[in-house]
């Protein structure tokens, strides 16, 4: 009897211990589910709080995203963030404000840029091309090479442009030195053209309207077959079309066909008559080297910079074609000689030397970033084309 006493008493404490222990787990749940929330909600706002951090760094400091950059972001912790005004543009500003003057940009409207290097002998093709663009709302500057800018002052809209003179410089020089995409990024888009292009069959409205439709990154207008100094099949007109992305040819060294994805045949622009969009050209600013200012092999390498597949985001107008006219004033004219020098020769002989030193730079950067992965490599292209089969299939 006393032994089934006990027997019974201690099944009651046991039954008693289990039930405070599981009352106690019972009564633990809604705390820990507290506790996880708050946990996550700290780790949601820490994340959060980087992010915007990185987002506000990237934005103050535009000119110093690099590592090699020059001044330290930390120079500016001296402002108070709200004062400091990280971009700027090219559009002149009054002396004093009157009711018929702007004030300010109107960043609700698109903006676009025409740039050009330009020298006193080209001055009336250069008027013709300026005029064209100005009918357009466009923003003009002038990279002077020849140092002459007294010369331009009769021409009624040469106030109302931007002039830069540096003497015997290039395109590429100058685009590196004076438009950094944090200058330019209240323009859609950026024109860096030669000055020896005519424009009788071209509109900037109507070739801008074509870009934004077929989503171009960068392009160009197409060179009528007649052009001088045509290199690049893919750069001529095709009459049957208003744009194309690639060409076909099977003729010469380089055959194009369907299996062509890369320039010349494919997702190639030539460096006569590029148009950037705001991103490609953030991406085409940082591919120009500072110290090769001919910018050969450059476009070979800009379709890198379409912010996606260069052979759909790359294109050549049709509808709307220049005239390549090929006149070379930069360092003289083409059959100039100064003190017994050929200044053309020098001049091809410096370009060719500047392309292979590019490509060794390519050649040696891809070396040293062992985390790029080339977007257009062959292997990763066959990958891309076996998910989409893939993908089909599912479908159906």
Same mark, same amino acid.
């Given at each position: 009897?006393?032994? #089934?006493?006990?027997?019974?008493?201690?099944?009651?404490?046991?039954?008693?211990?289990?039930?405070?222990?599981?009352?106690?787990?019972?009564?633990?749940?809604?705390?820990?589910?507290?506790?996880?929330?708050?946990? &996550?909600?700290?780790?949601?706002?820490?994340?959060?709080?980087?992010?915007?951090?990185?987002?506000?760094?990237?934005?103050?400091?535009?000119?110093?995203? &690099?590592?090699?950059?020059?001044?330290?972001?930390?120079?500016?912790?001296?402002?108070?963030?709200?004062?400091?005004?990280?971009?700027?543009?090219?559009?002149?500003?009054?002396?004093?404000?009157?009711?018929? #003057?702007?004030?300010?940009?109107?960043?609700?409207?698109?903006?676009?840029?025409?740039?050009?290097?330009?020298?006193?002998?080209?001055?009336?093709?250069?008027?013709?091309?300026?005029?064209?663009?100005?009918?357009?709302?466009?923003?003009?500057?002038?990279?002077?090479? *020849?140092?002459?800018?007294?010369?331009?002052?009769?021409?009624?809209?040469?106030?109302?442009?931007?002039?830069?003179?540096?003497?015997?410089?290039?395109?590429?020089?100058?685009?590196?030195?004076?438009?950094?995409?944090?200058?330019?990024?209240?323009?859609?888009?950026?024109?860096?053209?030669?000055?020896?292009?005519?424009?009788?069959?071209?509109?900037?409205?109507?070739?801008?309207?074509?870009?934004?439709?077929?989503?171009?990154?960068?392009?160009?207008?197409?060179?009528?077959?007649?052009?001088?100094?045509?290199?690049?099949?893919?750069?001529?007109?095709?009459?049957?079309?208003?744009?194309?992305?690639?060409?076909?040819?099977?003729?010469?060294?380089?055959?194009?066909? *369907?299996?062509?994805?890369?320039?010349?045949?494919?997702?190639?622009?030539?460096?006569?008559?590029?148009?950037? #969009?705001?991103?490609?050209?953030?991406?085409?600013?940082?591919?120009?080297?500072?110290?090769?200012?001919?910018?050969?092999?450059?476009?070979?390498?800009?379709?890198?910079?379409?912010?996606? *597949?260069?052979?759909?985001?790359?294109?050549?107008?049709?509808?709307?074609?220049?005239?390549?006219? #090929?006149?070379?004033?930069?360092?003289?004219?083409?059959?100039?000689?100064?003190?017994?020098?050929?200044?053309?020769?020098?001049?091809?002989?410096?370009?060719?030397?500047?392309?292979?030193?590019?490509?060794?730079?390519?050649?040696?950067?891809?070396?040293?970033?062992?985390?790029?992965?080339?977007?257009?490599?062959?292997?990763?292209?066959?990958?891309?084309?076996?998910?989409?089969?893939?993908?089909?299939?599912?479908?159906?």
């Amino acid at each position: 009897m006393k032994a #089934s006493k006990s027997w019974w008493s201690l099944l009651k404490k046991r039954h008693f211990s289990c039930e405070v222990a599981c009352g106690a787990k019972m009564k633990q749940l809604p705390f820990m589910g507290v506790v996880c929330t708050v946990m &996550l909600f700290i780790v949601y706002r820490t994340t959060n709080y980087q992010y915007q951090q990185t987002e506000m760094e990237s934005k103050l400091h535009p000119f110093y995203t &690099l590592k090699d950059g020059g001044m330290a972001a930390s120079s500016l912790n001296s402002l108070p963030r709200g004062i400091i005004e990280p971009r700027s543009d090219l559009e002149l500003k009054p002396l004093w404000t009157t009711s018929s #003057s702007k004030s300010g940009v109107n960043l609700g409207s698109s903006h676009n840029l025409l740039a050009m290097p330009v020298g006193i002998k080209q001055k009336e093709n250069v008027d013709t091309i300026v005029q064209k663009f100005r009918s357009e709302n466009f923003t003009v500057i002038l990279f002077h090479y *020849d140092g002459n800018v007294n010369g331009w002052w009769d021409l009624e809209w040469s106030k109302e442009a931007i002039h830069i003179v540096a003497h015997n410089q290039t395109k590429w020089w100058f685009a590196k030195r004076f438009l950094h995409p944090a200058v330019v990024s209240i323009y859609d888009y950026i024109f860096l053209w030669d000055e020896d292009l005519g424009l009788d069959n071209f509109h900037p409205g109507r070739y801008l309207k074509i870009v934004r439709s077929q989503g171009l990154e960068i392009s160009q207008p197409a060179l009528d077959p007649n052009s001088t100094g045509i290199h690049h099949r893919i750069t001529i007109r095709n009459r049957m079309h208003k744009f194309h992305r690639r060409v076909y040819d099977v003729r010469g060294s380089v055959k194009c066909s *369907d299996d062509s994805e890369g320039p010349p045949c494919a997702g190639f622009v030539e460096g006569m008559a590029p148009v950037f #969009s705001k991103s490609a050209w953030d991406c085409a600013w940082n591919l120009i080297q500072n110290d090769l200012v001919h910018g050969w092999g450059m476009d070979m390498k800009l379709g890198y910079c379409a912010q996606g *597949d260069r052979t759909k985001k790359v294109g050549v107008v049709d509808s709307e074609y220049i005239v390549h006219q #090929s006149i070379q004033t930069l360092g003289g004219a083409s059959a100039e000689k100064r003190h017994g020098v050929d200044v053309r020769l020098k001049i091809r002989r410096q370009s060719t030397s500047e392309l292979q030193i590019f490509n060794k730079r390519w050649e040696q950067a891809i070396k040293e970033d062992k985390n790029w992965v080339d977007p257009f490599s062959a292997s990763r292209r066959r990958k891309q084309r076996r998910r989409h089969r893939l993908k089909h299939k599912l479908k159906v």
